[in-house]
């Protein structure tokens, strides 16, 4: 039926495509919080149909896509993936970062002039305000004189709000505590009826108090709430893939309600599943849980793609997967093969460099405020205190890093002036800069330390933290398997491209030009379908001639 379907609407929607004319009707951008780019090849054998097969076998999936920046954070991906920029484009360098002005800690997507809906209490609420870059959702709304719509969905603010942009019609994440989904007076004042609806109807309960079993039966977690604490939704449910499924059925509803797809103009929904991330920090990479985690999503994705069908029609949607970063391998599961693999304690850390500072300037003060492994942010009053000034400051916070076992460390004030070495190493650095922040040093950690003594994390410059999926589906992608240079910043650009539109104001992507469909085979099949509209299965492997094509190098600093 989905197959009839299929071919009706390729049949209708063949011809010139744009976001003006709503060609294609809606674009889903899903951004799997901590899915590492080996997990699709990994796992390739075991992926059952029409889940992330109908990307790979069906799609252009890009198999060596990596961040060129250091700082593999959940917000700085996020921002990365939309604006088609890193960080020295768009600011959002960290999580959270120490504010010398406010004199606290703030997170990415804070913004206090605005407040939470959804929930009581009046909290400060989120905006993309930090932003320094417009995204391709904010282009898609420039564009169509606001005629497309853009949502973002996710657990964490900071992966709706900072992806979907400064035009967003709205961003949903969800409290933690209890799963009710939020949102912000940024975009509106009250949730809207069908949200609402969903909140009262208390399907968080249906989630708690579930076993998550294997295939084999065996019980993986349970999301019994801890005794005495009420809610912790996040936590308990999160990291299952009950969590996916909740945010999956929030995600049908706004497409639902919400008529995605059904405008004058192109739509655009970004999805990021946070449930990955929340277990995979607690088990690492390699852990039964993790690889029992990919194959429940690839079951809910497949779940998801088959209600696009029918919603709106697989050839009216465009699909583009990828991640925010990857993941370090468990320290103890790397030390097991003899790799150089250690968790080591990041806030003991810090203690000792303000010990040694207070010793050295002969005045005892918080100089680091906070350490978040590989990354020192600095107080800027306390140096003041001790006449020292942000160069030397940060150079002595760097240095008290490289005594404490890390290998080298890059300050605000030098990438600030772009100085850095004319290596790969140097250029990741630059693109990691940020004029938000305050003062800050970042280190540049021996690979597989991991800067907590539990558990595994990311935040480095190397393949397990920059490796992550790049895959399109939809009517102008060639199928196959691509191992040219691809990047994230790459996804924003190639799809403002093919709809015709501006790529986001500090865009440095690549069009993929080698996975684009030839222009007569976009008028006449779509991929899944050969020309009767029977189903064809086209992996070939798409090898260039020659030297590799967009080497970084080659293309000079970005
Ligand atoms: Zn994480």
Known sequence: MILGLLLCLALTG???????NARPRLVVVIVIDQFRGDYLERYRDQWGEGGFRLLLDHGADFTDCNYDYANTRTAPGHATLLTGAYTNGHGIIANEWWDPQ????????????????GVPGGAPGASPHNLLADTLGDELKLATQGKSRVFGIALKDRASVLPAGF????????????????????????????????NDSKRTEKYLNQDWKDSQGNVLRSTKPVEGKTGNFYDVVGSTPLANDYELEFARELITYEKLGNGPATDLLILSLSANDI????????SPEMQAMAMAMDRQLAGFFEFLGHQIGLANVWIALSADHGVAPLPKAAAALHLPAANVPGDKMRAQINSRLSARFSHAAEYVKALDYPVAWLNPDAFAAARVNEPDAERDVGEALQQAGLRAYYTRSQLERGDAPNTELGLKYLHSYSPLGGWYVLGVPPPF????????????????????????????????????????????????????????????????????????RALNSIHGLDDRGMPTVDGRDFRPEGPRAGSTMARGPR
């Open 102 to 117: 406010k004199k606290a800690t703030v997170a990415a997507a804070d913004d206090d002039q605005t407040k939470l809906v």
């Open 167 to 198: 035009a967003a019609d709205g961003a949903y994440w969800i409290d933690r505590a209890t799963g009710a989904w939020i949102t912000s007076t940024y975009y509106r004042n009250q949730l809207p009826k069908w949200a609402q609806d969903f």
């Open 279 to 286: 277990l995979g920090h607690k088990v690492g990479p390699d």
């Open 449 to 520: 330390i991991v800067g907590f003594m539990g558990g595994t994390d990311h935040a480095t410059p190397y393949t397990y933290d920059t490796h992550v999926p790049l895959a399109f589906y939809g009517f102008p992608f060639q199928a196959g398997t691509y191992r040219t240079h691809a990047e994230p910043v790459d996804l924003a650009a190639t799809l403002a491209s093919l709809l015709g539109i501006n790529a986001p104001t500090h865009s440095i992507g690549r069009v993929l030009t080698e996975a684009l469909a030839p222009p007569h």
């Open 14 to 20: 063949a011809g010139f495509s744009s976001a003006y």
